[in-house]
């Protein structure tokens, strides 16, 4: 199962731990909607600005979030294939 959260107010004038809560949700701009693994730690912080979002289960997995490395860190993996693909 999977909670899509959609930030339906302003966060103008929240505190620094709301704001906090609302980025590590992957929300950025109003209207911003994310689908997120239903875990108690995501509820807890969606119950926690529960008064800016709306939250709703639907069926299904969330997507899996795969991290990536720094651009520049790709650039030069990149650059070091090329070379190693040339000699």
């Known amino acids: 199962m999977a909670l899509k959260v959609k930030l339906t107010k302003s966060f103008a004038g929240s505190s620094v731990d709301q704001l906090a809560t609302i980025r590590s949700l992957g929300l950025k701009k109003f209207g911003d909607e994310r689908l997120l693994q239903d875990t108690p730690a995501v509820r807890g912080m969606v119950n926690k600005v529960r008064h800016l979002v709306t939250s709703e289960t ?30």
């Open 58 to 87: 639907v069926q299904g997995d969330a997507p899996k979030t795969t991290r990536r490395k720094p651009r520049h860190i790709r650039e030069r993996d990149a650059a070091r294939a090329s070379q190693a693909s040339k000699a």
